[in-house]
């Protein structure tokens, strides 16, 4: 039985004292044992939200890293950097970043082995525009972001994907539970292909776009579905509702 996850993305939103605010609001009623909770912050709320959860069962992640160790490399943070801070799981390739800072599957491999060399776990993001959709090629695309950003059998049970279709991220337009379903159990297969399905069976792949407290009992309850990254609805106290999704 695989154990659901579900995250906060923050994006570009709370200041630290909103981010501690949040926070400290919130961790009395994340307690679902049948969850591992992480807020993924912007870099600058880190250091304080770690610390206002401290003693809790939250994890901290970052949004973004670099795959290099150190240098010149002015505005990125490495691996280290984060696990000192207390990081412990970082988003990979989120739409976004692959949007606006082109960042590619070649790019986001080297970060999916150098976050896991420093023990992090990666949250790899991959999923389709409409136009892909609607074109027929959703599978072929999100096969390809797979298997290219993807590393070794040694490293693999130590990730987890997040199949997040691009049209349904911000906008209010959620997928159709068989629509995520498909995508997600699709998503397994491809690990079945590359490893094998002992492996595939116990990776953990989540679902994001648009979640939120009433569509998340039926989104998880997918057989593929191992929890949800969440935006939008991951900035309010209200989050505490999806994290309960089964009580
Ligand atoms: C996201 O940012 O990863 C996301 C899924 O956003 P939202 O929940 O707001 O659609």
């Known amino acids: 039985m695989r154990r659901k996850v579900i995250a906060g993305n923050w994006k570009m939103n ?15 009623n994340v307690n679902n044992p049948d969850v591992d909770v992480v ?11 770690v610390e206002a959860v401290k003693g809790s069962n939250i994890h901290i992640g970052a949004e973004n890293v670099y795959y290099q160790e150190k240098g010149a490399f002015t505005g990125e943070l490495s691996p280290e950097m984060l696990v000192d801070a207390g990081v412990s799981h970082v988003i990979i390739g989120h739409s976004e970043r692959r949007m606006y800072f082109n960042e590619s599957n070649t790019v986001l491999n080297l970060k999916m082995h150098k976050v896991l060399e420093h023990g992090i776990i990666p949250i790899l993001c991959c999923g389709e525009t409409l136009e892909q959709r609607e074109k027929g090629i959703t599978l072929d695309f999100v096969k390809e972001q797979i298997v290219e950003a993807y590393v070794t059998k040694e490293q693999v049970l130590h990730t987890i994907v997040a199949y997040e279709p691009i049209w349904a991220i911000g906008t209010g337009k959620v997928a159709t539970t068989a629509q995520a379903q498909e995508v997600c159990g699709f998503i397994r297969t491809v690990f079945e292909e590359l490893y094998d399905k002992e492996t595939a069976d116990q990776i953990r792949i989540l679902y994001g776009g648009s979640v939120n407290a009433s569509n998340a009992a039926e989104l998880f309850a997918q057989p593929d579905i191992d929890g949800g990254l969440v935006g939008g609805a991951s900035l309010k106290p209200d989050f505490a509702d999806i994290v309960n999704y089964n009580k």
């Not at 807020?39 to 939200?49: A, M, N, R, T, W």
């Open 14 to 28: 709370m200041t630290p004292s909103q981010a501690v605010k949040l926070v400290t609001e919130l961790r009395p």
């Open 39 to 49: 807020f993924c912050v912007p870099s600058i709320d880190i250091v304080p939200v």
